[in-house]
């Protein structure tokens, strides 16, 4: 990426959840601490796409709502189904009469989109994280950029043939538009195909577990047959070779379970990337930290060449 995004973040399975894309306003989720870890960089978010009503990815918007709610921004988009938004923000509203009506509360289904500013669009995708088979409890997203550009057949027109043709014929016969998929959020999430991602440039993937075992859910399911399917998460083996079947340009894993020291998750990533061969940066927000500007650090995959001095 020649110009990253700026990414502040903080996300750790059960805790708390919260990603901060400063260039589009846009807070997804928003766990516990939000307000705290961004500080006066809160007022910045107009936008907040919740992805399902777990407490770890909204108790953070009691505080935001408080200090930052002003004509009708932020705008919080939140499951169409999950009545704990509607409640938490009859909540707002009387325990803070001031601020809490300020805020839009906006339902999404998958499919649906709004406009978030000038130019981009967010959009929401279906998730498999609640299993409720007729209500949208949970769901994905996507922010859109819609480009409208020059048809290919007239490239090589010169700008004095592209007016004239543009008065004789109207823009639409000389422009077609074209959508960019910017960066598309996973949430909390299952084993999903690769369809729904492909095309996106920057792809943040929940990777609770590092492995298989440690998700608990084959013993879980032969144990209790019988009882209702916990909400789904992904394993780490399972996201990479998601990933590689999706090819974005930039892959971002959260939601890592506080069991695993940064050090593990980083070995392990690394360990899976080179098994799989992948060809983009994969960048970790480890769990327990607060990561500022994070696609200007270094990333975890591919591993920085050793300096010399490490050579030695
Ligand atoms: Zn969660």
Redesign the pocket.
Known sequence: MSNPLTITAFST??YS?WIFVEEFRLLLDAGDGVCAGLLGKSRKIDWVAVTHA?R??MTGLLQLQQLNAHDGKPQIFYPRDAGSFPAFGEFCRQFDPRSGPQITWSPIEPRQSYPIGDSLRIEALPNNHIQNSAQIKSVSYRVLREKRKLREQFRDLSQAEITALARREGSDALMESHTDILLSYAG?IGRTAPDPWLGSQILIH?ATFLSEEDSGVLAQSKRHSQMPKRNQHSVLPDVLQLAKDVQPEVLVLN?FSSRYSPEEIEATVVEGAASLELTFPIYVIPPGRIVRDLLRQPPVWPRAAPSPDERS
């Open positions: 399975a059960l959840t777990d770890d990815h909390d929940e939601h």
